[in-house]
């Protein structure tokens, strides 16, 4: 039995994601010596659409195709979103119609990087545990708080697929052929694709604080730790302190030895950058945005914002709006 697959792509979607998970399906294949997986890629017109790359991809169907699809020989078997930056913007009720349809015929349904904001859009996701590339949590976890999102590899629960995106979409799909024909083909796969393993869907995003900062000091790291977990409500450093069972003056001269800026100045970079995302990633008004990062008043958070990245909140969202406008009108040239 062909296992059919349907890569729905959104303007501006991730290549990566998109283009491994092909691979795999397409050297299971080779490696099975027969056609185990057949795939499609439809849009929303079925016209060429750009990446975020600026590579463009000619789909095979439309939305409209993929609808009456639902009712014949061609219905998939799972259809994966594909998207990138700039999800937000991507509004279509006729697409969020049809992954309706597709949930109430009992097929499986997935998204790749952030995808996952599209099926909560669509109200796939009440009830459901799914993931979500990190840098879009922010913005996720506070448009739906009610949602159960992970900053896991991927998440599969009952018929919904989702993957942080970048390569983990390769570790969810290897998941997918082991499922069904074992761990020999996912071997072969993966010696084809020059990868040693597929990494379990529990395993982190990102690379360890230790790597990522270039830190070794381990109460440096459990600090950093405790400000991550805490910037809606900022700790004070006396409560940091107690935490960590250091003094006020060690934990000052431990950042100035490994961060070069003191422990107050390093939290308040980590909130403003929260801040940014929630700006890139959602509508939430500006004050909004303040108290999610632990400001006590919106012009505080203004000065703030300004001194570290020298313009205002309300200019940081208007250049990104701008930016966007002028992406979609490049893409818009692309199709035609």
């Known amino acids: 039995?062909?296992?059919?697959?349907?890569?729905?792509?959104?303007?501006?979607?991730?290549?990566?994601?998109?283009?491994?998970?092909?691979?795999?399906?397409?050297?299971?294949?080779?490696?099975?010596?027969?056609e185990a997986y057949r795939w499609r890629i439809a849009s929303d017109s079925g016209l060429k659409i750009c990446s975020s790359s600026g590579i463009a991809i000619e789909p095979d169907t439309s939305l409209a195709d993929e609808r009456r699809a639902l009712m014949g020989e061609k219905r998939p078997d799972l259809v994966l979103v594909c998207s990138g930056i700039d999800v937000e913007d991507y509004y279509?009720?006729?697409?969020?119609?049809?992954?309706?349809?597709?949930?109430?015929?009992?097929?499986?349904?997935?998204?790749?990087?952030?995808?996952t904001h599209l099926l909560a859009r669509a109200g796939l996701l009440k009830g459901r545990r799914c993931a979500i590339h990190w840098e879009n949590m922010p913005g996720f976890t506070e448009t739906w708080p009610e949602i159960d999102a992970h900053?896991?590899?991927?998440?599969?629960?009952?018929?919904?697929?989702?993957?942080?995106?970048?390569?983990?979409?390769?570790?969810?799909?290897?998941?997918l052929i082991g499922r069904e024909f074992g761990e020999g083909l996912v071997n072969a796969i993966c010696e084809q694709a020059l990868t040693d393993r597929v990494r379990l869907s529990s395993e982190r995003q990102r690379l360890p604080l230790s790597a990522r900062l270039g830190v070794q000091n381990g109460k440096v790291l459990q600090i950093i730790e405790l400000m991550e977990a805490n910037l809606a409500e900022p700790l004070s450093l006396i409560e940091i302190a107690d935490a960590v069972g250091l003094s006020r003056r060690q934990i000052e001269r431990l950042y100035r030895q490994e961060m070069g800026r003191s422990p107050a100045r390093y939290y308040l970079e980590i909130r403003l950058d929260r801040a940014r995302r929630l700006l890139a990633q959602s509508t939430m008004p500006i004050v909004d945005v303040?108290?999610?990062?632990?400001?006590?008043?919106?012009?505080?958070?203004?000065?703030?914002?300004?001194?570290?990245?020298?313009?205002?909140p309300q200019q940081e969202r208007a250049q990104r709006r701008q930016a966007r406008m002028s992406v979609r009108e490049s893409a818009i040239g692309v199709a035609v």
């Not at 697409?95 to 499986?108: I, P, Q, V």
């Not at 999610?292 to 020298?310: D, L, M, P, Q, T």
């Open 92 to 115: 279509n009720k006729s697409f969020e119609a049809w992954l309706r349809e597709l949930n109430n015929r009992g097929c499986g349904i997935g998204a790749m990087c952030t995808g």
């Open 290 to 312: 303040a108290v999610a990062c632990g400001f006590v008043s919106a012009s505080h958070f203004s000065k703030c914002y300004r001194e570290i990245y020298h313009c205002s």
């Open 151 to 175: 900053a896991d590899l991927f998440v599969i629960d009952r018929n919904i697929y989702t993957s942080a995106g970048g390569t983990a979409s390769l570790d969810m799909i290897l998941h």
């Open 1 to 34: 039995m062909v296992r059919s697959f349907v890569f729905y792509l959104v303007p501006q979607f991730s290549l990566l994601p998109f283009t491994s998970a092909i691979e795999a399906l397409r050297i299971a294949n080779r490696m099975l010596g027969y």
